[in-house]
């Protein structure tokens, strides 16, 4: 049996379906950069420090590297307990009888 297209056209379809998807890959990485940048800038108020003093920089400092120090846990945190979970399962999966 005979296929009803040519393998350059197969070829050339190919081609142009593989540019596209990069050309929607690219618009799709665009995009998210966009949206990063309009959430963070609803989010984050712009920092202040024209005006401030020597010891009132040094306190912004402290606090904001306090604040770091809290996410970063929560990230560590985050980032343990979802690994712990995936070696559970396949911890649990290499138990069963079935291999499932």
Request: hydrophobic letters at 35%; proline letters at 2%.
């Amino acid at each position: 049996r005979k296929s009803k297209i040519t393998a350059s056209r197969k070829l050339l379809l190919k081609s142009l379906m593989l540019a596209k998807a990069k050309e929607e890959w690219e618009q799709e990485i665009v995009d998210k950069q966009a949206e990063k940048e309009r959430y963070l800038s609803e989010r984050i108020t712009p920092l202040r420090t024209s005006g401030l003093s020597l010891s009132q920089l040094q306190d912004l400092c402290r606090e904001l590297h306090e604040k770091v120090e809290i996410v970063d846990e929560e990230r560590y945190d985050i980032e343990a307990m979802s690994g712990m979970e995936g070696r559970k399962k396949m911890f649990d999966a290499a138990k069963s009888p079935t291999g499932q």
